[in-house]
């Protein structure tokens, strides 16, 4: 039997995204044990994730994170192909109110243009390719204010977000009812042990992290994750139906898969076409963030911005979209703690600490437009 979440099922709230199913037509060929366990555990996952307190908190078993061996899938997805994606014809278009329940404009008449209701401030944070989600968990406290989201492009990889999300939200959730209910006056950042339920188990023990690991299930995070959603989505082709101009303070870009063949690079994250697009959607002043374990990559970040220190871009990039952009100093990165969390809580940021590898981080703020825009 798969290891699941020790919770009953209780479907309320689920979350709008999740695609795994374990309906099998009675006619079809029923799927291979291994795939039906994993389609099993996941359902089981996502219902216990979504299970809701009632007021008897201490019968509800503590909601654990899924497991990221239930949602494996290969590395690349190709971005040219067909994918059955949802996206909205317009940003106006977008019910965003699903994914950020706590932050939808209470007024019933603020509806968007598909009669969803709206919400009280719009999304300015996005991390294009997010994988697993380490980022969006790793800034949730730190900005619970702000709303983010991550956008990927495997499926299997969504669903274990969307319910690693599900779950922090619902354990933040039954640990502020229970903390009301035993010590009214105790604070949001006490501390209390981590317990072996969270960890999960398929993630090998890592380098300690220089920042705490919003993961460990340790005590209240700022905003209970009601801040972070993610998003099926191919980004280079869809990421302007889902942003307005200007609406974006930061854009993330995290270990982007490196297409290392030079007839790949065109499947690339980061190149002058989407460039123009980033600095569409963010708004002066507001930052896009890389970082990459591959060398000649963060130097074809590098010739794709504004690099004000290489003379030589400074002359090819007049009158180009690198224009739009300066490259953000190393005393300046040094203070900004998502910096921080880009580096160490990422997946991909801890694969490369436990192996050892070199991290190459470029920032880039969105200038104001030129006279020619
Ligand atoms: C190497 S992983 C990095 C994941 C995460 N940012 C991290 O640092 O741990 C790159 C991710 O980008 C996703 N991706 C690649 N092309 C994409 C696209 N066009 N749209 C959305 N996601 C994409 C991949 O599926 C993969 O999960």
Redesign the pocket.
């Known amino acids: 039997m798969p290891d699941l979440p020790s919770h009953p099922s209780n479907p309320t709230n689920s979350t709008p995204t999740s695609s795994s199913s374990t309906n099998t037509p009675a006619t079809m060929t029923p799927p291979p044990p291994k795939r039906q366990k994993r389609d099993e555990y996941r359902k089981h996952a996502a219902e216990a994730a979504s299970a809701k307190p009632d007021g008897e908190t201490t019968a509800i078993a503590h909601v654990k994170l899924p497991k990221k061996k239930f949602y494996r899938q290969r590395a690349h997805?190709n971005?040219f192909s067909d994918h059955q994606l949802n996206y909205p014809v317009t940003p106006a278009h977008m019910d965003w109110a699903s994914h950020f329940p706590a932050f939808v404009n209470p007024d019933p008449a603020q509806t968007n243009l598909i009669g969803t209701r709206k919400l009280l401030k719009d999304v300015e944070v996005v991390?294009?390719?997010?994988?697993?989600g380490?980022?969006l968990v790793g800034l949730a406290g730190l900005l619970p204010e702000t709303l983010m989201v991550g956008?990927?492009?495997?499926v299997s990889?969504l669903d274990y977000l969307t319910t690693r999300i599900q779950a922090l939200r619902t354990q933040q959730q039954q640990k502020a009812q229970s903390q009301s209910q035993s010590q009214p006056a105790s604070s949001t950042s006490t501390p209390a042990p981590t317990t072996d339920a969270d960890a999960d188990a398929d993630t090998p023990s890592e380098a300690a992290p220089a920042i705490p690991d919003p993961t460990a299930n340790t005590a209240l995070v700022p905003g209970g994750y009601q801040n972070i959603t993610a998003i099926r989505?191919?980004?280079?082709k869809f990421f302007p139906n889902f942003f307005k101009k200007q609406q974006l303070s930061k854009i993330f870009i995290?270990?982007?898969?490196p297409h290392f063949k030079a007839r790949k690079h065109k499947a690339r994250?980061i190149s002058e076409t989407l460039n123009a697009e980033y600095a569409y959607a963010l708004r002066p002043g507001g930052l896009l963030y890389t970082i990459t374990d591959v060398e000649e990559y963060h130097h074809w970040i590098l010739r794709h911005f504004r690099d004000e220190s290489t003379v030589e871009d400074e002359a090819n990039g007049a009158g180009t979209v690198k224009e739009l952009f300066e490259r953000v100093s190393e005393e300046e990165l040094e203070k900004d703690d998502c910096v921080k969390v880009m580096m160490e809580a990422?997946?991909?940021?801890k694969k490369v600490t436990r192996n050892k590898g070199n991290k190459y981080v470029a920032v880039f703020r969105r200038k104001q437009d030129p006279e020619w825009a």
């Open positions: 997805a971005p991390d294009i390719g997010c994988g697993f380490g980022l956008m990927e492009i495997r990889v989505s191919n980004t280079m995290c270990f982007p898969d994250i990422t997946e991909e940021g």
